[in-house]
């Protein structure tokens, strides 16, 4: 198991980092998780200026507890190594993890931890600067058990379901909002994804859904993503942070039964019983398992 830092990544902000007005609002959003682009949402152009943006706004806006990410461009492209260099450089001490777009194997991952560990010595860092990776190519979920095993930086798998639609042919109506497929066309990858994670003790996060106004689809959404194991889903605008917050938050209710479930255990343990019941439901040690990854998110968000 990896001991990865435990950080909140119940709703994941993308904010172009071309834009300095959406990075001053992220900021200040309710996201616990930022990730400031130069990808997808940074046209060509804009690419080189829009680091120096990021650099700044990480070194002089406040982002009180957020979890501060960069999103940068993939190992094929002539940006990649300039984004790591240029971000760490100016602004590695006010970073917690880098994000990497596109990766088709293990190498392409271990190329970056490569850089940061050279990065972090030349800087001088004193804190590691962690790996989220985004699984967007078939390639990548045909390796995703050796991604996920590959660096001991790495934090969290991302399903990215626009790039992996595109990478495989699926039909979607929009970003994160399935086509006319009659099942759910994200079960297996999410299902994959999340087991490689857990097995490799990494967060396992739910990608986009660019039809922002449709708040319901995206809730029914981030509910399948949650009950496989994922701990958030992406925002693409502010609208998505509410709803993200709550669906992967346990409920208050949802935590105090999980105590009390959790203190039920205890006591027949101590009385030498293997199962009892708490409210005519059986308990024994596998509830106590269930229960315990609710007590866990109580823990880290502070429930
Ligand atoms: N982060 C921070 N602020 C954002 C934001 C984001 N992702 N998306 C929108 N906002 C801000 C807008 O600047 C606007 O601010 P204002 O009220 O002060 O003018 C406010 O939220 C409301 O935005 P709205 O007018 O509804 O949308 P828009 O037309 O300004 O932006 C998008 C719509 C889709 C262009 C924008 O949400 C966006 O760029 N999203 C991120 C795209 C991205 O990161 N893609 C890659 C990952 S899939
Ligand atoms: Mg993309």
Partial sequence: MSNRP??????????PGSSEKMLQKAAISKADHVFCDLEDAVAP???VEARGKIAWALNNLNWDKKVRCVRINDVTTEWCHDDIIEIVEKAGSNLDTIMLTKPYSA???????RMLNQLEKKH????RIGIEVLIEEVQALQNVEEISRCSDRLECLIFGMGDYSGSQGIDLKSIGEAGSYPGDIFHYARFRITMAARAAGLDAVDGPYANFKNEEGFRTEA???RSLGM????????SQIDPALEVFSPTLE???RARKVSAAYKEAEAKGLGAVQVDG??????VLRIVGNTLAKADLYGL
């Fill in 223 to 225: 509910v399948r993503a």
């Fill in 231 to 238: 701990v958030g889903k992406w925002a693409i605008h502010p």
């Fill in 107 to 113: 190498a392409d991952v271990i190329f970056l931890d």
């Fill in 124 to 127: 001088k860092l004193e804190r």
């Fill in 45 to 47: 152009s804009a690419k």
């Fill in 281 to 286: 439901v059986m308990i024994d040690v596998a």
């Fill in 254 to 256: 949802q935590v105090s």
């Fill in 6 to 15: 435990a950080r909140p990544r119940r709703s994941q902000l993308s904010v």
